[in-house]
């Protein structure tokens, strides 16, 4: 069964930086879509990143221009780059995986979770 780990996660000021890790590698060659997601206490859990298998990445509009999702070039592992934290990002942070051919509009489509790594931000 398909596994998913998080790292990275961690306690910072606001303004700082944290960049969190995935290992990816059982899905490596049949994934077509990874993401991070983040769920705080008493809300949604919400798409943070996603990239394709083309590389063709997203973000939602809170962390445009702060965060960057990547993977190494052997799709190994998943990565967010999150600089300029802010309080209202501290959560629960998720990397899923999707085996639809594209990156899917629902979190329900996505297939594989892991357990998640927490994120602090203080002020």
């Known amino acids: 069964q398909g596994q998913l780990v998080e790292s990275g996660g961690g306690s910072v000021q606001a303004g700082g930086s944290l960049r969190l890790s995935c290992a990816t590698s059982?899905?490596?060659?049949?994934?077509?879509?990874m993401a991070w997601f983040r769920q705080a206490p008493g809300k949604e859990r919400e798409r943070v990143a996603d990239?394709?298998?083309?590389?063709?990445?997203s973000y939602t509009d809170s962390v445009k221009g702060r965060f960057t999702i990547s993977q190494d070039n052997a799709k190994d592992t998943l990565y967010l780059q999150m600089n300029i934290l802010k309080p209202e990002d501290t959560a629960m942070y998720y990397c899923?995986?999707?085996?639809?051919?594209?990156?899917?509009?629902?979190?329900?489509?996505?297939?594989?979770w892991g357990q998640g790594t927490q994120v602090t931000v203080s002020s």
């Open positions: 899923a995986v999707s085996l639809w051919p594209q990156c899917p509009t629902s979190r329900g489509d996505f297939h594989y």
């Open positions: 059982e899905f490596a060659t049949s994934a077509n879509c």
């Open positions: 990239i394709n298998v083309k590389g063709m990445t």
